[in-house]
């Protein structure tokens, strides 16, 4: 069982970048798929989640609007459009998976390794 998280990068204020989570070993479409981030001396803070079947999303507050998360079951992939990027969003993002849509690290079952996104100009 395996998430592979990928997309970080350097991009400068106002920009964008994808974040993709591919699935492997396990049909990740059975699972909510949760993105956290942790930036330097931070604690990890949940950032969005979207339901096995997609018909949902969620997002934490800082992101509503600029952040948009979704998923492709037939790619076993989620991804996190992230636009209008601050250097505040700075940190390692990890994708992370769950039997539903929560908000604590605790309950997911799986994790990807984690891609850095460094907002800086």
């Known amino acids: 069982v395996q998430l592979q998280a990928s997309g970080g990068g350097l991009v400068q204020p106002g920009g964008s970048l994808r974040l993709s989570c591919a699935a492997s070993?396990?049909?990740?479409?059975?699972?909510?798929i949760g993105w956290f981030r942790q930036a330097p001396g931070k604690e990890r803070e949940w950032v969005s989640c979207?339901?096995?079947?997609?018909?949902?999303?969620y997002y934490v507050d800082s992101v509503k609007g600029r952040f948009t998360i979704s998923r492709d079951n037939a790619k076993n992939t989620v991804y996190l459009q992230m636009d209008s990027l601050k250097p505040q969003d700075t940190a390692v993002y990890y994708c992370?998976?769950?039997?539903?849509?929560?908000?604590?690290?605790?309950?997911?079952?799986?994790w990807g390794q984690g891609t850095l996104v460094t907002v800086s100009s």
């Open positions: 992370a998976a769950a039997a539903k849509c929560w908000t604590t690290a605790y309950e997911y079952d799986y």
């Open positions: 979207i339901r096995s079947s997609g018909g949902s999303s």
């Open positions: 070993g396990f049909t990740s479409d059975y699972y909510a």
